[in-house]
């Protein structure tokens, strides 16, 4: 290519040295650190002091073509001067002024790491006549665009420009970067800081220049670079540096645990699992999987609370011979404890105190509530009372998950013992913790008992009753047949607003039934229809049992005519007719059940056969 009249035959790079060659003899021009000329002084920067400029232009013409034979070595003046106040670049611009005796044009500003400079990168020198000119003039055209070569130049050849300028633009669009700096360990602490000031774009363009110049980023640069790529939304580079890691052996468990994580919160924890997959199915790269890799992949199905995958990941980290921490145990047992999987989170704990390792208060609350609810309430205290000694306060959930498993036992003691201790901690108890002491004081038949402390919950301003409380008062009511106070809390349950329920008349209406006040629970039983309650076989059993026992026969025969044929229904009405002396309304009873296809029961059928005539049951045997 002839660009230049001056009698230099070649410009090279060649060991450190950018070297301006005659045929004759070699002159060297600069001495200058890295890949490039530097005129920064804290970079390594050297002037042009050693390049006699006036002698230049009385050199004799000839042709300055540009190749490059060496791994190093690249065709073109290095890329990359620094802009400072000095004698350096004028003496640059002063030396292409006299090479080309026209006026310097085409440089690029740039910014590099935050420093202003201007690019000679890939330098293309071509004469060109300017337009609308009445002179011969001529500039020389200087392209920004950066061109990396890790292997031998081919020698630039002036006929086929396009290969070269293509792997030019090529190298730009990729990100790749002109490196001025060739030591790894620098280069690693460029990447690292960006990372860490959130430039991602810049810690991976220069990541990208590493790899293509055969250099080796370390481990952490690599994984601080995917920290921040992550961090900014960029997760189809970061799996491109992971993929370019895994290839140079670069990985470790926090590597992997960055990328499972987010790919599950971007794309799914499907993929996570395909990834985690290839991994573990991968001999070499199995060696690297850690314990954090499996915490991680725990973690993801914890958060979507998928139990079944979370226990697989468990089984394949006992079958590798991995030994779980104390992170791994409490997201397992939060987990199986969460999705009610109780003996999941039972096993899991017990290997963990196996192992040696002590649970932390999340872990001994989610194992209170799996021993609570599986009934273990002996091994719950026990729990309970590790977390006191170890000066651990339980939670008001473990505290109330203690009391209900307390209440259920018929431990009623012990269940206010734990009320006391969760007052002590500074838990305020709520609805949850009163509901479940009204039904330990049920089951232990303590029903007076139950109302009295509803009566101090009642009394208690800042506490709104529920549907569950007054539900298990009007149990106790039911129990002891106190139906005026049973009506009397169902006209507090409906002056509140809440919804009543058809279990909340049948616990009246059973009140009735045991006090022996049918005309109470009929009563009952008509408002529950006004207010657009069906009522079920329960409510229709007790009003016929209170029915019955009043004497009242019309509105028993009722109930059975406007209700649904239910064998069940039948045989109470049969029962208590015979009980009370009515056989004949008990035949006929009896005759229409059979008619309807209603099977009766054992004892209506004895009931039943006690009462036929003597002849009647003579006459039977025989035939």
């Given at each position: 290519?002839?660009?230049?009249?001056?009698?230099?035959?070649s410009?090279?790079?060649?060991?450190?040295?950018?070297?301006?060659?005659?045929?004759?003899?070699?002159?060297?021009i600069?001495?200058?650190?890295?890949?490039?000329i530097?005129?920064?002084?804290?970079?390594?920067?050297?002037?042009?002091?050693?390049?006699?400029?006036?002698?230049?232009?009385?050199?004799?013409?000839?042709?300055?073509?540009?190749?490059?034979?060496?791994?190093?070595?690249i065709?073109?003046?290095?890329?990359?001067?620094?802009?400072?106040?000095?004698?350096?670049?004028?003496?640059?611009?002063?030396l292409?002024?006299?090479?080309?005796?026209?006026?310097?044009?085409?440089?690029?500003?740039?910014?590099?790491?935050?420093?202003a400079?201007?690019?000679?990168?890939?330098i293309?020198f071509?004469f060109?006549?300017?337009?609308?000119?009445?002179?011969?003039?001529?500039?020389?055209?200087?392209?920004?665009?950066?061109?990396?070569?890790?292997?031998?130049?081919?020698?630039?050849?002036?006929?086929?420009?396009?290969?070269?300028?293509?792997?030019?633009?090529?190298?730009v669009?990729?990100?790749?970067?002109?490196?001025?700096?060739?030591?790894?360990?620098?280069?690693s602490?460029?990447?690292?800081?960006?990372?860490?000031?959130?430039?991602?774009?810049s810690?991976?363009?220069?990541?990208?220049?590493?790899?293509?110049?055969?250099?080796?980023?370390?481990?952490?640069?690599?994984?601080?670079?995917?920290?921040?790529?992550?961090?900014?939304?960029?997760?189809?580079n970061?799996?491109?540096?992971?993929?370019?890691?895994?290839?140079?052996?670069?990985?470790?468990?926090?590597?992997?645990?960055?990328?499972?994580?987010?790919?599950?919160?971007a794309?799914?924890?499907?993929?996570?699992?395909?990834i985690?997959?290839?991994?573990?199915?991968?001999?070499?790269?199995?060696?690297?999987?850690?314990?954090?890799v499996?915490n991680?992949?725990?973690?993801?199905?914890?958060k979507?609370?998928?139990?079944?995958?979370?226990?697989?990941?468990?089984?394949?980290?006992?079958?590798?011979?991995?030994?779980?921490?104390?992170?791994?145990?409490r997201?397992?047992?939060?987990?199986?404890?969460?999705?009610?999987?109780?003996?999941?989170?039972?096993?899991?704990?017990?290997e963990?105190?196996?192992?040696?390792?002590?649970?932390?208060?999340?872990?001994m609350?989610?194992?209170?509530?799996?021993?609570s609810?599986?009934?273990?309430?002996?091994?719950?205290?026990?729990?309970?009372?590790?977390?006191?000694?170890?000066?651990?306060?339980?939670?008001?959930?473990?505290?109330?998950?203690?009391?209900?498993?307390?209440?259920?036992?018929?431990?009623?003691?012990?269940?206010?013992?734990?009320?006391?201790?969760?007052?002590?901690?500074?838990?305020?108890?709520?609805?949850?913790?009163?509901?479940?002491?009204?039904?330990?004081?049920?089951?232990a038949?303590?029903?007076?008992?139950?109302?009295?402390?509803?009566?101090?919950?009642?009394?208690?301003?800042?506490?709104i009753?529920?549907?569950?409380?007054?539900?298990?008062?009007?149990?106790?009511?039911?129990?002891?047949?106190?139906?005026?106070?049973?009506?009397?809390?169902?006209?507090?349950?409906?002056?509140?607003?809440?919804?009543?329920?058809?279990?909340?008349?049948?616990?009246?209406?059973?009140?009735?039934?045991?006090?022996?006040?049918?005309?109470?629970?009929?009563?009952?039983?008509?408002?529950?229809?006004?207010q657009?309650?069906?009522?079920?076989?329960?409510?229709?059993?007790?009003?016929?049992?209170?029915?019955?026992w009043?004497?009242?026969?019309?509105?028993?025969?009722?109930?059975?005519?406007?209700?649904?044929?239910?064998?069940?229904?039948?045989?109470?009405?049969?029962?208590?007719?015979?009980?009370?002396?009515?056989?004949?309304?008990?035949?006929?009873?009896?005759?229409?059940?059979?008619?309807?296809?209603?099977?009766?029961?054992?004892?209506?059928?004895?009931m039943?056969?006690?009462?036929?005539?003597?002849?009647?049951?003579?006459?039977?045997?025989r035939?």
């Amino acid at each position: 290519m002839q660009v230049l009249k001056d009698r230099f035959s070649s410009i090279r790079e060649l060991g450190g040295y950018c070297l301006l060659r005659d045929r004759t003899d070699m002159q060297v021009i600069e001495r200058f650190s890295g890949r490039s000329i530097l005129v920064d002084r804290e970079l390594g920067a050297v002037f042009m002091q050693a390049c006699h400029l006036p002698n230049l232009s009385d050199r004799p013409s000839s042709s300055l073509e540009t190749s490059a034979n060496f791994p190093r070595a690249i065709s073109t003046i290095p890329s990359k001067f620094q802009v400072v106040r000095n004698s350096c670049l004028m003496r640059l611009l002063y030396l292409v002024e006299q090479l080309c005796s026209n006026l310097v044009t085409g440089f690029e500003q740039c910014t590099l790491f935050g420093i202003a400079q201007l690019k000679l990168s890939t330098i293309l020198f071509r004469f060109k006549k300017k337009e609308n000119s009445t002179k011969d003039v001529y500039k020389l055209e200087l392209s920004g665009k950066d061109c990396l070569m890790n292997s031998y130049a081919e020698k630039f050849d002036t006929n086929q420009p396009s290969s070269f300028l293509e792997e030019t633009k090529s190298s730009v669009e990729n990100g790749i970067l002109y490196l001025e700096e060739m030591d790894e360990e620098v280069l690693s602490k460029r990447i690292l800081k960006l990372s860490r000031v959130n430039k991602p774009k810049s810690a991976l363009a220069i990541y990208k220049s590493m790899i293509f110049s055969g250099l080796k980023p370390d481990l952490h640069a690599c994984n601080s670079l995917l920290s921040s790529l992550l961090r900014n939304g960029m997760l189809d580079n970061a799996l491109k540096v992971f993929n370019s890691m895994k290839a140079s052996e670069l990985t470790t468990g926090h590597t992997y645990s960055l990328i499972l994580k987010a790919v599950a919160d971007a794309r799914g924890y499907d993929t996570a699992i395909n990834i985690f997959g290839e991994l573990i199915s991968s001999r070499n790269l199995r060696e690297h999987i850690d314990i954090v890799v499996y915490n991680t992949m725990i973690s993801i199905f914890a958060k979507a609370n998928n139990w079944y995958q979370a226990q697989k990941i468990w089984k394949i980290m006992q079958d590798n011979g991995q030994v779980g921490t104390t992170v791994t145990y409490r997201l397992l047992i939060c987990t199986f404890a969460r999705c009610g999987q109780n003996e999941l989170a039972i096993d899991a704990y017990s290997e963990m105190i196996h192992n040696g390792l002590s649970p932390e208060s999340d872990t001994m609350h989610a194992i209170i509530g799996a021993y609570s609810r599986e009934g273990k309430y002996d091994s719950a205290l026990n729990v309970l009372q590790c977390m006191l000694d170890s000066e651990l306060n339980p939670n008001a959930k473990a505290c109330n998950a203690m009391i209900n498993s307390l209440g259920k036992a018929g431990k009623v003691k012990l269940a206010f013992e734990v009320y006391d201790l969760m007052k002590s901690l500074g838990h305020a108890p709520d609805v949850y913790t009163w509901n479940s002491l009204l039904n330990a004081l049920n089951r232990a038949n303590r029903y007076c008992d139950a109302i009295q402390l509803f009566e101090r919950i009642r009394n208690i301003q800042s506490f709104i009753l529920n549907m569950h409380i007054y539900d298990t008062v009007l149990t106790s009511c039911h129990r002891l047949g106190l139906w005026d106070k049973a009506i009397q809390v169902l006209w507090q349950i409906e002056a509140s607003e809440l919804p009543v329920s058809t279990a909340s008349y049948n616990q009246v209406i059973g009140a009735c039934e045991v006090a022996r006040r049918p005309k109470v629970a009929l009563q009952v039983y008509y408002r529950m229809v006004r207010q657009k309650h069906s009522p079920d076989i329960f409510t229709l059993l007790s009003l016929m049992r209170v029915c019955i026992w009043g004497s009242l026969w019309n509105e028993a025969m009722e109930i059975l005519k406007f209700s649904e044929p239910d064998g069940s229904l039948y045989n109470a009405a049969i029962q208590g007719m015979c009980l009370t002396g009515k056989l004949d309304l008990a035949k006929n009873l009896y005759t229409e059940m059979r008619e309807r296809g209603l099977q009766p029961d054992g004892k209506t059928r004895a009931m039943m056969l006690q009462n036929l005539p003597k002849d009647s049951r003579r006459n039977r045997k025989r035939r």
